[in-house]
């Protein structure tokens, strides 16, 4: 169920998993999304890998398998369309929904790129808005101290992101949420 918003955008805190660092070479494997408000609605799939190329690396920080997700895996289209029917259904009329991401342009850049490889655009459109930016200019450090390391103990305590996609989406949320509110009471 939507809440209600003054805002005409909508935010939604994205975050991917893949097998390597760009989409041309290396598949998207996992999407977890989260409206970013007091009591989220949440958004996850995985993904059969377009592509066999993979790092281990990047199949180490996931977890996940390329030959189980070549199983149980969505095909990317009939996964994007949902991702998209899902966006369609949290933003009102009028809003525009903003992807949120910490390292915003990676998780983007994959995002961008499936959208419009499966369904010919992307309901984000081209731009993102950076978490890790953001604090930057919230809490006047720089860009060395926005790492994970330095926000998530700030506003997660001593919890550490998962890298699954759902529960990473979750906690970059609130992240994001709480660095809103703050910034609101400053104004208000």
Same mark, same amino acid.
């Given at each position: 169920m939507k809440e209600a918003h003054t805002s005409p955008e909508t935010y939604i805190s994205v975050d991917v998993e893949t097998a390597g660092p760009f989409p041309a070479r290396y598949a998207l494997l996992s999407i977890g999304a989260c409206t970013v408000n007091e009591h989220p609605n949440t958004f996850y799939v995985e993904l059969k890998p377009d592509r066999p190329d993979s790092l281990a690396e990047a199949m180490a920080i996931s977890q996940l398998s390329l030959e189980q997700l070549a199983q149980k895996g969505l095909?990317?289209?009939?996964?994007?369309?949902?991702?998209?029917?899902?966006?369609?259904?949290?933003v009102f009329p009028g809003q525009r929904p903003i992807f949120v991401a910490? &390292? *915003?342009?990676? %998780?983007?850049?994959?995002?961008?790129?499936?959208?419009?490889?499966?369904?010919?655009?992307?309901?984000?459109?081209?731009?993102?808005?950076?978490?890790?930016?953001y604090f930057m200019g919230h809490a006047e450090v720089t860009w060395n101290q926005t790492s994970m390391r330095q926000v998530g103990p700030r506003y997660l305590g001593?919890?550490?992101?998962?890298? &699954? *996609?759902?529960? %990473?989406?979750?906690d970059q949320a609130e992240i994001f949420r709480r660095m809103l509110n703050q910034d609101r009471q400053k104004a208000g």
């Open positions: 095909d990317p289209k009939e996964a994007m369309q949902r991702f998209a029917d899902w966006l369609d259904e949290q910490f &390292n *915003a342009a990676f %998780d983007w850049m994959f995002i961008n790129d499936y959208f419009f490889r499966y369904l010919g655009r992307n309901p984000f459109g081209h731009s993102a808005l950076d978490i890790k930016s001593k919890h550490q992101l998962a890298h &699954n *996609a759902l529960q %990473d989406t979750l």
